[in-house]
């Protein structure tokens, strides 16, 4: 498979993909199940270890659910305001993606686009950059 990277010059404006909303996506998931684990701290220090055992695993649980919530809040508005500024086709599905050595404590997404299959191989356009694989 070939593949093509190159930056794409976008309308100016901030970006949909900002600090702000991979704060909101995935922290405060972790908000959720902190006083879990400081029930269970506290539940262990009292002496009651299985309560803690269940304390702790909800810590873990609670995080894992509330990510399905939090970790998806702004997606539509996301979406919405790029449709508007990259205009895909009407079968593009909207992606999160990132150039394999990009490493970001928040989230692994780079950026958010597009994702077109096409006769002669894939699209991904985004904010920043546009991606295609051809076929071999």
Same mark, same amino acid.
């Given at each position: 498979? +070939?593949?093509?990277?190159?930056?794409?010059?976008?309308?100016?404006?901030? /970006?949909?993909?900002?600090?702000?909303?991979? =704060?909101?996506?995935?922290? =405060?998931?972790?908000?959720?199940?902190?006083?879990?684990?400081?029930?269970?701290?506290?539940?262990?220090?009292?002496?009651?270890?299985? @309560?803690?055992?269940?304390?702790?695993?909800?810590?873990?649980?609670?995080?894992?659910?509330?990510?399905?919530?939090?970790?998806?809040?702004?997606?539509?508005?996301? /979406?919405?305001?790029?449709?508007?500024?990259?205009?895909?086709? /009407?079968?593009?599905?909207?992606?999160?993606?990132?150039?394999? @050595?990009?490493?970001?404590?928040?989230?692994?997404?780079?950026?958010?686009?597009?994702?077109?299959?096409? +006769? @002669?191989?894939?699209?991904?356009?985004?904010?920043?950059?546009?991606?295609?694989?051809? +076929?071999?």
């Amino acid at each position: 498979m +070939k593949s093509m990277l190159r930056p794409v010059a976008r309308s100016p404006g901030p /970006r949909v993909w900002s600090i702000r909303r991979k =704060l909101l996506a995935n922290t =405060l998931p972790l908000a959720c199940g902190a006083p879990f684990l400081i029930l269970a701290a506290w539940l262990w220090f009292s002496g009651l270890g299985w @309560d803690a055992v269940g304390a702790a695993a909800a810590s873990l649980v609670v995080p894992a659910i509330s990510l399905n919530w939090f970790g998806l809040a702004g997606n539509r508005a996301m /979406r919405n305001e790029l449709e508007r500024r990259l205009k895909p086709g /009407r079968d593009a599905i909207f992606v999160g993606f990132s150039r394999p @050595d990009y490493f970001d404590i928040l989230d692994p997404h780079e950026e958010l686009g597009f994702l077109s299959i096409e +006769k @002669d191989g894939i699209r991904i356009v985004g904010e920043l950059r546009e991606v295609r694989i051809e +076929k071999e």
